[in-house]
């Protein structure tokens, strides 16, 4: 019995020692910024639209998961994508970057989806930089909203949500056109 306590004691005074609170450890890995300077943060809006191409010779959407046919609602189906992202809604008009990420039914009530993309810009003032998206897309609504939860190059840390709004009047069973509103905000 007092072997137990011996290294019960031992081993709560070394986990305690090691603790964030009382050790270096926690120190290092943290990035301390200038107290006496403000941080700024710039607020950016864009505005895109994103064209799936689900058939035809330039798909650019591919399943990767085929679920069991009695899933509900398609439940586990997992598509990998690079779509472009462009100017305008018209998949002809000049593209500035790439929707790349991967998305999959994961819903039993209705076609929600998750998804995680990287919006890579090419053009512009934010050519090179990213912003990531994760969140749940209902897209059966015409209208939704998702997180931005990071970026890269210019939106290096970078918070915000994104608009997504279908265009069926535009879209086919080959090409689906989606209108993004993307407001990040960012150092």
Known sequence: ?????????????????????????????????????????????????????????????????????????????????????????????????????????????DRGMVMLINLVFSEGDFAGSTLSMLGRNPVQDTVREMPIVGGTGVFRFANGFAIAKSHWELSDSEHFVVEYDVTVSHP
Do not use: C
């Open 1 to 109: 019995m007092t072997r137990v306590l011996t290294l019960s004691l031992f081993l709560l005074f070394s986990f305690n020692y090691l603790s964030p609170t009382h050790g270096v450890f926690w120190e290092q890995s943290i990035i301390k910024l200038p107290t006496n300077q403000p941080q700024t943060q710039k607020l950016t809006h864009l505005h895109f639209f994103y064209h799936d191409i689900l058939e035809g010779e330039n798909i650019t959407v591919v399943q990767i998961i085929d679920p069991p046919s009695h899933s509900p609602n398609g439940l586990g189906a997992s598509f990998m994508m690079d779509n472009l992202l462009t100017q305008g809604p018209e998949l002809g008009s000049k593209p500035i970057g790439r929707a790349q990420g991967l998305f999959g039914l994961a819903s039993l009530q």
